[in-house]
């Protein structure tokens, strides 16, 4: 009797004490401005986003102090911090309103590309959908797992225009971009400090007797982690097989035809070949035609993320 309650009250201790508690935030935090942008937001953008769109043009021209926000935020370290001092269903209640303003704004910021596309502006275009993604990234970097798919969210969202202005950007353009896509994408939290994030956001927010029903019951939440590395993988899949795309045209436009490898495109317009992470393996790549290949099936996984605007 005596070794079970031994044994019960050290799982306990586990559960209660185990691991470090959420670094300082960064002083000063561009996540807090972040949370200012989504507190200045005006209207709704509609459904359809169109450069020449009056409802689009008229959310972006109130909204610019909201996007002037977001950039100070991108110029600074950013870090969501966890409360203190509420339970986590008063907290998911609040937090729930702030990331559908994020959403609100990363939409706001491709509504500006559309604009500047619409109006002869590219190289404006693809600097306001590169603030997308970065600001997916920054709005969720430390966060939970809920935090870090909405930033996948918004990463993908400007990485889809991103993509579909590839025929648009000239040769320098698109370099200029492919360096700054292999940065952010250098960045991003692995799957596991995100993972190490949602430990600590529920030992703070979560009573100890829920700790400890999850601490005694894995099973239960293994599917729910497991899907969380797949939804990461196929992210930083799509991510990567933009970077590919976006360097096969520079290499294109340049030399007059695509690559006979990705290899060739090493140091020129990568950095370094970026594997999929899904089959551990080299993308599929035709030098005929330059198109880069995401695997799906038995090599790769559908994506869940290609209606994520």
């Known amino acids: 009797m005596t070794v079970v309650l031994a044994f019960g009250v050290g799982v306990a201790m586990v559960v209660l004490n185990g691991g470090a508690d959420q670094s300082p ?9 972040f949370l200012e942008a989504g507190n200045a937001l005006v209207g ?10 009056a409802e689009t043009r008229e959310f972006v021209r109130s909204n610019q102090e909201a996007f002037r926000l977001i950039r100070e935020g991108l110029m600074l370290e950013s870090m969501v911090v966890f409360p203190t001092g509420v339970d986590a269903t008063t907290h998911a209640t609040q937090h729930l309103a702030e990331v559908k303003a994020f959403k609100m704004l990363g939409r706001g910021l491709v509504a500006e590309g559309l604009i500047a596309a619409s109006e002869g502006r590219p190289a404006d ?9 970065r600001f997916g990234q920054a709005c969720s970097r430390g966060g939970s797992m809920m935090d870090r798919l909405v930033g ?6 400007g ?6 202005m590839q ?10 971009l492919v360096r700054a896509l292999e940065e952010v994408e250098a960045d991003a939290e692995s799957a596991e400090d995100t993972l190490g994030n949602e430990r600590r956001y529920v030992r703070r927010l979560f009573p100890w007797w829920q700790r400890l029903v999850a601490k005694l019951m894995p099973q239960a939440i293994k599917p729910v982690l497991d899907n969380f590395r797949s939804k990461q ?10 970077i590919l795309k976006l360097a096969v045209h520079a290499h294109t436009l340049e030399t007059g035809a695509p690559p006979r490898t990705l290899l060739d495109l090493v140091p020129g317009y990568l950095a370094g070949v970026p594997l999929d992470p899904v089959s551990g393996k080299s993308f599929p790549y035709d030098p005929a035609t330059g198109v880069v290949t995401v695997p799906e099936g038995e090599s790769g996984r559908s994506d869940p993320g290609k209606r994520s605007e």
């Open 167 to 176: 025929p648009e950007l000239d040769a320098s353009q698109t370099r200029h």
């Open 125 to 133: 275009a693809v600097r306001h959908h590169l603030e997308c993604v």
């Open 159 to 164: 990485l889809n225009h991103l993509d579909a």
């Open 152 to 157: 996948f969210a918004l990463e993908r969202i």
């Open 25 to 33: 935030p960064p002083v000063p935090n561009g996540y807090e401005r």
């Open 233 to 242: 993988e196929v992210h930083t899949q799509v991510f990567r097989s933009v």
């Open 44 to 53: 709704q953008l509609p459904d359809e986003m169109k450069g020449s769109g």
